[in-house]
């Protein structure tokens, strides 16, 4: 989608990257900023520029954070004993929005996939066991979409945190098969925790 500006059409070019985000929409948003006050625009630039330069990982569990340590593991209402073993940022804000978790998180950052070339190293799984071996941590849920990959991690996770003695339980399926965490219903997140299932190594 061309139009007569060269700076319109690269702002459109940028804005139809986002997820969701096509060149007809990608157009209404530019020419929105472009009736907007340069306040507006300057501080939108500024917010993104500020987000990209400053959001850290927690030292913990490698959530996003604007200090060292996320709220939720700084939060002396959640259990530590309990660590809930996710893929995403976006996992941790799902489970976090069902209210039926109070426990912490570990970020993987990713799942195993031989085909893609990336094993148990290339995400936080080396971190997680870590953590375990301190002795804080009782029981690990694996929150993981129902997917090939999803289904190996969790495979790998559940067999050397068997080791450890430490309590290894799922998400109950109410999950769809081959669907992201992200995606599923707040309900049926929430009752998946509830009923989650004990995993044997």
């Known amino acids: 989608?061309?139009?007569?500006?060269?700076?319109?059409?690269?702002?459109?070019?940028?804005?139809?990257?986002?997820?969701?985000?096509?060149?007809?929409?990608a157009l209404r948003m530019a020419l929105y900023l472009l009736k907007r006050p340069d306040t507006e625009a300057m501080e939108l630039s500024q917010v993104i520029v500020k987000m990209r330069t400053e959001i850290k990982f927690c030292v913990k569990c490698?959530?996003?954070?604007?200090?060292?340590?996320?709220?939720?593991?700084?939060?002396?209402?959640?259990?530590?004993?309990?660590?809930?073993v996710v893929k995403d940022f976006q996992d941790v804000l799902a489970i976090e929005n069902t209210g039926q978790y109070n426990g912490?998180?570990?970020?993987?950052?990713?799942?195993?996939?031989?085909?893609?070339?990336?094993?148990?190293?290339?995400?936080?799984?080396?971190?997680?066991?870590?953590?375990?071996?301190?002795?804080?941590?009782k029981?690990?849920?694996?929150?993981?979409?129902?997917?090939?990959?999803g289904d190996t991690t969790e495979y790998y996770i559940a067999k050397k945190l068997g080791e450890s003695g430490v309590k290894v339980t799922t998400l109950s399926k109410g999950i769809a098969v081959g669907g992201e965490l992200e995606y599923a219903d707040e309900m049926t997140l929430a009752r998946s925790i509830r009923n989650r299932i004990s995993l044997e190594s």
């Open 62 to 84: 490698f959530n996003i954070s604007d200090a060292d340590i996320c709220n939720v593991c700084a939060s002396p209402s959640k259990d530590s004993s309990i660590v809930c």
């Open 1 to 25: 989608m061309s139009t007569s500006s060269q700076l319109i059409n690269k702002a459109v070019e940028q804005l139809s990257r986002f997820p969701g985000i096509g060149q007809k929409s």
């Open 104 to 137: 912490h998180f570990h970020v993987l950052g990713g799942l195993i996939s031989p085909v893609d070339g990336i094993g148990p190293s290339d995400v936080r799984i080396p971190e997680l066991l870590q953590r375990v071996a301190t002795g804080e941590i």
């Open 139 to 149: 029981e690990a849920i694996l929150a993981l979409s129902s997917t090939l990959e």
